[in-house]
C-alpha cells in the first residue's frame, strides 16, 4: 500500500504512538482527580501545552494561551462563535473563496443570520487578491479569517505581510489563521504572524485523530463555545482527551525538530521530481498553484479530459491512495471550490491531488508514476 494523501490526514509517528498507548493503558486518571494518577494526567496536559507553544512560539507566561480542542473544525467554529456573540446582525465577516468548510460554511451560517461576508477571490494561480482584502475591510469588520496554507493546492498565503498591513490600519480588526495545512511543512511563528486566533490539528501532523489546538494571543478576550467544567483554563469544557493530548504534544516536537532537520526539503524535492515526471510523461496536464508559493509536500495536477474520480479509483485497485479534490469533497460529482475560484479549465478541473509526508519515499514515487501510465 502506498499512501499519498497526507493533506487528508498522516499515519501516526511511532513514538506518538507508544506514547499515546501509554497513556490510554496506565496514565489514564481524570486530569480533574486530585490523587496521584489525577495530578500526573494533568501534568502532562500542561507538558504537551508547553511543547505546542514551543511549536508555534507561543508564550504562554505573557498571556498567549493554547488549548485543546477535539479538532480544527472545533476551533474554527470556536473563534467565529467567541468573536461574533449573541448580537450578530450586520456585524462583517471576511474570509477567502477558498477556505476549508470548517471556516467556509460558518461564514455561510452566520450570513444566514444576518452578518455580512466578504469572500475575497484568487487569481488562476490561487494567490489571494490583497488588494481586494484592504478594500474591503472596514472599521467595523469583526473578523477576518484567512487559512495560510491551501489544503487542495498547497497555496501558501503570506500571513504574516497580511496581518502586518490589516493591523496597520484596523489595530481592532481580529485576525485568525487556520495553519492546518501548514504544521509540520513550514514554520509556525505566532510571533511573527501577530494573528489572534490560529487553529491546528494534531492528525495532519502524525498525532491522532480527534485533537486540535486553538492558540490565542494575549490580552484577546475569548468566550467559550463549549460550556461546562472549568477544564481548559475554563475556556473549553469536557474532560480531558489527555491520550490525544500527550500525542499531539509529542508530534509538535517531532515536527518542530524535524522542520529544523530540513525534513521539508526533503519532501519538497522528492515532489519537484514527482512533478518534473508527471510533466514528462503526461504533457497535457495543468498542475494548479504551479507559479505561486507553494507548501512543498502537495501536488494538485489535472490531465486533459481525465477524470479525477476514476483515476483515484483506479490508482486505489492498485494500492496507490491519493484524493481527488479534498477527502471532504472527494466523494461528490461537482469540481473543486477551489479549483472553480482558480477558474480552472473545465477539461482539466477533475484533478488529482498527491500529497507527501516523511513517510514516502522515491519507489513510492516510481509506482504511482508507472500506475498512472497503465491508467491514462
Ligand atoms: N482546516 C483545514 C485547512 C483542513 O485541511 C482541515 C482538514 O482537512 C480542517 C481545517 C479540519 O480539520 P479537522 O479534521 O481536525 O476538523
Do not use: W
Not at 486540535?212 to 475556556?235: A, C, D, T, W
Amino acid at each position: 500500500m502506498i499512501y499519498l494523501d497526507n493533506n487528508a490526514t498522516t499515519k501516526i509517528d511511532s513514538k506518538v504512538f507508544l506514547k499515546h498507548c501509554e497513556v490510554l493503558r496506565k496514565n489514564y486518571g481524570n486530569a480533574s482527580s486530585l490523587y496521584p494518577m489525577g495530578v500526573e494526567s494533568k501534568n502532562s496536559i500542561e507538558d504537551s501545552r508547553i511543547q505546542v507553544a514551543k511549536f508555534i512560539n507561543a508564550d504562554l507566561n505573557s498571556g498567549d494561551r493554547v488549548i485543546f480542542t477535539s479538532c480544527a473544525t472545533e476551533s474554527n467554529n470556536a473563534v467565529f462563535h467567541s468573536v461574533l456573540g449573541q448580537n450578530v446582525k450586520g456585524q462583517h465577516i471576511i474570509i477567502s473563496e477558498v477556505e476549508h468548510p470548517s471556516v467556509y460554511n460558518m461564514a455561510l451560517y452566520y450570513e444566514e443570520v444576518g452578518c455580512e461576508v466578504t469572500r475575497i477571490k484568487v487569481d488562476t494561480n490561487g494567490v489571494l487578491n490583497v488588494s481586494q482584502l484592504m478594500n474591503s475591510i472596514r472599521n467595523d469588520t469583526s473578523i477576518v479569517s484567512l487559512m495560510m496554507v491551501n489544503s487542495e493546492t498547497g497555496v501558501l498565503n503570506d500571513i504574516e505581510n497580511i496581518s502586518k498591513m490589516i493591523k496597520q490600519s484596523f489595530p481592532k480588526v481580529l485576525i485568525h489563521t487556520d495553519a492546518v495545512q501548514a504544521a509540520g511543512k513550514t514554520p509556525i511563528d505566532t510571533k511573527l504572524l501577530n494573528v489572534d486566533f490560529l487553529t491546528l490539528s494534531g492528525h495532519k501532523f502524525h498525532a491522532p485523530k480527534g485533537i486540535g489546538v486553538l492558540y490565542i494571543k494575549r490580552g484577546v478576550s475569548f468566550n467559550p463555545f463549549i460550556i461546562g467544567g472549568h477544564q481548559e483554563m475554563g475556556l473549553r469544557a469536557g474532560t480531558e482527551n489527555v491520550a490525544n493530548i500527550v500525542a499531539l504534544g509529542e508530534a509538535a516536537e517531532i515536527a518542530k525538530k524535524s522542520l529544523e532537520d530540513g525534513i521539508n526539503t526533503e519532501i519538497e524535492a522528492l515532489r519537484d521530481y514527482m512533478e518534473q515526471e508527471l510533466k514528462r510523461l503526461f504533457p497535457y496536464n495543468i498542475i494548479f498553484g504551479e507559479q505561486s508559493n507553494r507548501i512543498g509536500n502537495t501536488t494538485n495536477i489535472g490531465f486533459k479530459a481525465v477524470d479525477g474520480t476514476k483515476l483515484v479509483l483506479g490508482l486505489a485497485q492498485k494500492g496507490v491512495f491519493v484524493s481527488s479534490g479534498t477527502a471532504c469533497n472527494s466523494i461528490s460529482a461537482s469540481p473543486s471550490r477551489v479549483l472553480s475560484a482558480m477558474n480552472a479549465p473545465s477539461e482539466y478541473i477533475r484533478s488529482i491531488r498527491i500529497s507527501l509526508s516523511k513517510e514516502n519515499c522515491m519507489s513510492d514515487i516510481q509506482t504511482l508514476l508507472s500506475s498512472l501510465k497503465e491508467l491514462i
